[in-house]
């Protein structure tokens, strides 16, 4: 490390590395997961790192396994935190939706294989109303940000959370720093089971099924089940994040998320240099997914692209905002390393710079063939 990094704090960390550092510094105490690439770095670094810190982590003998055992310790009160990736996430719905309905917070980690999580992390696998606020980090410094953050949330809304991270943020290396982020004050845990209060009527009760023992008699299932509803579309107003930039005006905005946004950047930087009238816009969270933001971004558009590496899954959040979705078009696509393991060749600039000038150009050639006017909106 160079004498400059040294001085200026930064660290030369793998993303897992990192992300269980930032963990730990949010106070999260308990962690428990099951090995599966390319999640596996994340569930060794908290194993290395977390008992120094006065924590417990368990190499679970399956994803359920260590689901409930990060539900139990958060039900108790504990900051805690599981992960794998989408595959073995997919066993955990279950228990990620009791997580939501008992309002327990919880932090999961998706260090998923690609972007074909999407409709996983926003549109959940379990049962009944709940939603899984989800973060998907550029890259590792943010993802150290994110981490942080999404333990504040959870255990502000008493929500399960959910960072979605991929083998380029899990596995790279890179100069970053961990620093404390400052957040506000949380009410205290006062629903948490401690043991002081069972065996009356006065007891504790988080489960679902006759939800408000505490408060008896409690408002019941039917308006526990209300209150969850109106809970989360609440979440979803005030907790949309975005950014973007070159959007003011611009004819074309590309939309994309995690990783493969800063490949976008990069190239709708470039374009803008040799003078096309092109914006970038990312959704930060994904749920809630940043819509009124995204109808104000693409006002002007007369094309939005939507560059994501999947079938097209955030493809139905963008055209449900844009302000036009008679514009919005699908330019990404299924790219799968042979490996199965990490995103295929679509991931690439100059894949990517063609596939945005491809589809301006037949945007073009559509309004030409309708006799629309240069100035028009396709």
Known sequence: MSSSAATSGLELLEGSTAIARAAITAGCRFFAGYPMSPFTGLLESMARLLPG???????AQS?????????????????????????????????????????????????????QDYFQCTRGGGWGDYRTLTLAPKDIPEAVEHTQLLFHLADRHRIPT?????????????GVRIDPLELPPLPAKDWALDGSRGGTGHSRQIWTWAMGKATDPGPGPDRHWQAIAEKFERIGAVEQRSEGFGLD???????????????TAHVIEELRDAGHSIGHFRPITLWPFPGEALARATEHARRVLV????????????????????????????????????????????????????AMRGRRR???RAGLSAGSRG
Do not use: W
Request: charged share 15%; net charge negative; proline share 3%.
């Open 63 to 115: 994803e359920i396994e260590g689901v409930n055992m990060a539900l139990g310790a958060s039900a108790a009160g504990a900051r805690a935190a599981t992960g794998s990736c989408g595959q073995g996430i997919a066993l955990m719905q279950e228990a990620i939706a009791e997580t939501a309905l008992n309002e327990t917070p919880l932090v999961i980690f998706n260090m998923a294989r690609n972007q």
């Open 162 to 174: 959910i960072l979605y991270g991929d083998p380029l943020i899990a596995q790279t290396r890179i």
């Open 249 to 263: 005006g611009a004819e074309t905005v590309v939309v994309a998320f995690g990783s493969a946004a800063k490949f």
């Open 307 to 358: 560059f994501e590496l999947n079938a097209g899954q955030m493809l139905d959040d963008v055209r449900q905002h844009a302000a036009d979705r008679s514009a919005v078009l699908p330019i990404g696509g299924v790219s799968i390393h042979e490996s199965g393991l990490s995103y295929g060749p679509l991931l690439d600039v100059p894949v990517i710079r063609e596939r945005i000038l491809a």
């Open 366 to 368: 559509l309004a030409a």
């Open 53 to 59: 810190s006065g924590g417990v982590c368990i190499n």
